[in-house]
């Protein structure tokens, strides 16, 4: 009876866990949240809406994201690029 016990509390919390991390990639206001507090150090949002900008997929948004995060060392897990991402997306880009 322990063993089934402990098999369920282990299910119901890797499912939890997996339920708050696809929450947490899903949230657009964690992307902006995210955003603000380590992309405007750097630039403004001009830098999406200017007429040259050579983002033109949501593969080359994301790739982006990435040489951004990691030129500047920004310690991110991947569900906030994602959401960074998925933020940019649906103010700006609309891919």
Same mark, same amino acid.
């Given at each position: 009876? !322990?063993?089934?016990?402990? @098999?369920?509390?282990?299910?119901?919390?890797?499912?939890?866990?997996?339920?708050?991390?696809?929450? !947490?990639?899903?949230?657009?206001?964690?992307?902006?949240?995210?955003?603000?507090?380590? @992309?405007?150090? @750097?630039?403004?949002?001009?830098?999406?809406?200017?007429?040259?900008?050579?983002? !033109?997929?949501?593969?080359?948004?994301?790739?982006?994201?990435?040489? @951004?995060?990691?030129?500047? $060392?920004?310690?991110?897990?991947?569900? $906030?690029? $994602?959401?960074?991402?998925?933020?940019?997306?649906? !103010?700006?880009?609309?891919?």
């Amino acid at each position: 009876m !322990k063993t089934k016990t402990l @098999c369920l509390f282990a299910l119901f919390l890797s499912n939890s866990a997996m339920v708050s991390a696809a929450d !947490k990639t899903d949230d657009p206001k964690h992307g902006e949240n995210v955003h603000t507090e380590h @992309c405007q150090k @750097c630039h403004t949002d001009s830098v999406y809406t200017r007429d040259d900008r050579f983002v !033109k997929s949501i593969d080359a948004l994301s790739k982006q994201v990435i040489r @951004c995060k990691d030129g500047n $060392d920004i310690p991110w897990f991947d569900e $906030d690029t $994602d959401a960074v991402v998925q933020f940019l997306n649906q !103010k700006y880009y609309k891919f």
